[in-house]
């Protein structure tokens, strides 16, 4: 999909996304900073922590048991995201509770320093291999 798909989706977005953006944009979850309608591969996913890469979908009844989203989030997952999906309801009557899952979603996500190893010792650092 492309960019300005993304755009017009961003001017189209459910109460159910306003409302989670509210809370998702400006980093105000977890300090980390999402993105709304990003497109990834050719997807536009609701929204997105490319750093965290975790994916956060906000579904209509229309998506129930969706066998496109299924095989959507199957190839989101094999580039290394994790998908969160909530309903819109959950999303406007439960506000708190979906935030609280996906800041326990953020938490278990590696960050991106984590992944690196710790850099080589410098030379003359670390262990003595001098003999006496």
């Given at each position: 999909?492309?960019?300005?798909?993304?755009?017009?989706?961003?001017?189209?977005?459910?109460?159910?996304?306003?409302?989670?953006?509210?809370?998702?944009?400006?980093?105000?979850?977890?300090?980390?900073?999402?993105?709304?309608?990003?497109?990834?591969?050719?997807?536009?996913?609701?929204?997105?922590?490319?750093?965290?890469?975790?994916?956060?979908?906000?579904d209509g009844g229309q998506h129930g048991e969706s066998l496109r989203d299924k095989?959507?989030?199957?190839?989101?997952?094999?580039?290394?995201?994790?998908?969160?999906?909530?309903?819109?309801?959950?999303?406007?009557?439960?506000?708190?509770?979906?935030?609280?899952?996906?800041?326990?979603?953020?938490?278990?996500?590696?960050?991106?320093?984590?992944?690196?190893?710790?850099?080589?010792?410098?030379?003359g650092e670390g262990n003595d291999c001098r003999s006496s």
């Amino acid at each position: 999909m492309s960019l300005s798909q993304a755009k017009v989706l961003r001017r189209k977005m459910t109460d159910a996304e306003r409302r989670l953006w509210h809370w998702l944009r400006a980093h105000r979850l977890a300090g980390q900073k999402f993105k709304r309608q990003v497109p990834i591969g050719s997807y536009i996913v609701d929204f997105a922590c490319l750093s965290r890469k975790l994916i956060v979908e906000v579904d209509g009844g229309q998506h129930g048991e969706s066998l496109r989203d299924k095989r959507r989030d199957a190839w989101l997952e094999t580039q290394g995201f994790e998908v969160l999906r909530f309903w819109n309801n959950d999303v406007l009557k439960n506000t708190e509770g979906v935030l609280e899952l996906i800041f326990i979603a953020l938490k278990e996500r590696p960050s991106p320093g984590a992944l690196r190893a710790p850099p080589s010792p410098r030379r003359g650092e670390g262990n003595d291999c001098r003999s006496s």
